[in-house]
């Protein structure tokens, strides 16, 4: 089954922009992210396919909504309440 993420081959999205020089985050809360999934998968709390999949399984409203790197949080935010390291809220 394709997920929302799986455009490929699709039209309809537009032509693909590329920043030239761009820096690798736009705010320091994206390093922070990209730090914190790094430190997790490393630590073995999961690993890169799981949090791989848990991108995937976003909502498409969600998911279209949202950046790459909130992507990322909400990710690890379903990883972690998974696994009963977060709690709600």
């Known amino acids: 089954m394709s ?10 999205f ?4 590329i920043e030239a020089d761009e820096p690798p985050f736009h705010a320091d809360w994206e390093a922070r992210v990209f730090a914190l999934n790094s430190t997790l998968v490393r630590n073995g709390v ?9 991108v995937e399984r976003l909502a498409p409203q969600q998911y279209l909504a949202t ?7 909400l990710a690890i935010e379903t ?4 696994r ?5 809220g």
């Open 3 to 12: 997920r929302v993420n799986d455009v490929g081959g699709q039209t309809g």
């Open 14 to 17: 537009g032509a693909l922009e």
């Open 46 to 54: 999961y690993r890169l396919d799981e949090f791989r999949d848990a």
């Open 67 to 73: 950046s790459y790197y909130e992507r990322w949080l």
């Open 79 to 82: 990883l972690l309440a998974e």
């Open 84 to 88: 009963g390291l977060l709690g709600a």
